[in-house]
Each structure stands twice: as structure tokens, then as C-alpha cells.
């Protein structure tokens, strides 16, 4: 009887190890899932705007290494100019909304920073009025978008809380002959950021996690 006791109460103890061990390679797998997401956010952002765009037919370039998206700005001004043309605002109509819908996805908007709008000048001109025409372009665009009546308060909130910038003649865009290119140098960029440090440091409080286990 004292040997059946033994036997029982030792595969009890097996039993319940096994069970802890289970639970540990189940919270490890979690936490690593966590990581794989975290890590893989911005290209699968970069993947659903390149979608989007080219499902709603707009022509928009999408780099793919940092999900920025340039608008050509001979459509949206006139040389010299900073206010927006017609031509221009029907663009901002469609590429809008499209980005913020999804850049504002349940799976996404959870690690989304803000929103940076660049303007950009070709090398004619000095600086100082590249600088100045390329920062009045930029909020031109901010301006006009945030009065756009389509909106919701979700994305005006996303696009209050950005940023925007001009970069006057830096970084031009040159050809294949190393000439400039001034219809592709005259730009606006949208930019989104992640939360990147957050980001970080709940990668590191999962491995710190995995670790402790």
C-alpha cells in the first residue's frame, strides 16, 4: 500500500511539472508572437498602403523600406507657388483618406506615432526662399486637409497631433546621369512614425519576461 501511495503521489508530481511546463511553453510562444508583431509592424503597414493606393487607382510612389509616400508637386502647385491648385485638391481628396483608413486599422493604430508632412523645392531660387516656399507649401497641405469635411475626429486628431516641415532644396533627386531631376525634386512627403521607443521597451520587458521564466 505504502508503494502504491509512492507510485500515485510521484505521478502526481510528474503531472503537475508537466503542467507548469506546458504553461511556460505556452507564455513563451505568446511573448514571442508579441515580438514578431512588434518587430513586423511597419512592413506590414507599408504592405496594406501599397494595397490601398493601388486599389483606389492612385499613383502615389510608396517607398518601401520606410512606407513614405510622395505626391508630385507640379499636380498640386504651380511653379513658385504654395497655394494648392484644383488639380492638386482632387488628389488630397482621394490619397487622404485612403492613408488615414489605413494607418487607423484596429491591427495598426495601436503603434502609430504621427504623421509628418515635408515639403520640398528644386535647386532654383536661394535658400532662404526654397525654405520659405517649401515650409508654406507643406502647411498649404496640413491646412487644407484638416479642413477636409470627410474627416473623422479619429484621423483630424492623427493630423493635429503631427508635424510638418519644410526641407527647401535638400534632398534633390537626381537621374540616371547624375543631373537633377526638378520636377521630382519639387515634392511633398507624407511620413508616419512609430512609437518606436514604447516599442522597445516592451520588446524588452518580454524577453526580460522569457528570461525570469
Keep these: 500500500i505504502i508503494l502504491q501511495t509512492d507510485l500515485k503521489n510521484k505521478e502526481m508530481a510528474l503531472q503537475a511539472a508537466n503542467e507548469?511546463?506546458?504553461?511556460?511553453q505556452a507564455a513563451m510562444a505568446a511573448q514571442a508572437e508579441q515580438i514578431d508583431a512588434l518587430?513586423?509592424?511597419r512592413p506590414r503597414i507599408i504592405t496594406a498602403l501599397s494595397s490601398a493606393l493601388s486599389s483606389a487607382n492612385?499613383?502615389?510612389?510608396?517607398?518601401?523600406?520606410?512606407?513614405?509616400?510622395v505626391l508630385d508637386s507640379s499636380v498640386l502647385f504651380d511653379t513658385g507657388?504654395?497655394?494648392?491648385?484644383?488639380e492638386g485638391k482632387a488628389l488630397l481628396d482621394r490619397f487622404v483618406p485612403v492613408y488615414l483608413n489605413v494607418l487607423l486599422r484596429d491591427e495598426y493604430s495601436a503603434y502609430l506615432g504621427e504623421?509628418?508632412?515635408?515639403?520640398y523645392t528644386d535647386s532654383t531660387g536661394d535658400?532662404?526662399?526654397?525654405?520659405?516656399?517649401?515650409?508654406?507649401?507643406?502647411?498649404?497641405?496640413?491646412?487644407?486637409?484638416?479642413k477636409m469635411p470627410g474627416l473623422t475626429t479619429r484621423q483630424r486628431d492623427l493630423l493635429k497631433s503631427g508635424?510638418?516641415?519644410?526641407?527647401?532644396?535638400?534632398?534633390?533627386?537626381y537621374d540616371q546621369y547624375g543631373n537633377e531631376d526638378k520636377e521630382a525634386s519639387r515634392r511633398v512627403e507624407f511620413h508616419f512614425s512609430l512609437k518606436d521607443s514604447e516599442m522597445i521597451d516592451q520588446m524588452n520587458r518580454l524577453l526580460q519576461q522569457t528570461e525570469g521564466d
Design 20 to 24: 507548469v511546463l506546458e504553461n511556460q
Design 39 to 41: 518587430i513586423g509592424i
Design 58 to 69: 492612385l499613383s502615389a510612389t510608396v517607398d518601401h523600406s520606410t512606407g513614405d509616400i
Design 81 to 86: 507657388k504654395s497655394e494648392i491648385r484644383a
Design 115 to 119: 504623421i509628418i508632412i515635408e515639403g
Design 127 to 146: 535658400y532662404y526662399n526654397n525654405l520659405k516656399l517649401s515650409q508654406d507649401r507643406a502647411l498649404s497641405v496640413a491646412t487644407y486637409i484638416l
Design 163 to 173: 508635424l510638418l516641415t519644410g526641407r527647401g532644396a535638400t534632398g534633390l533627386i
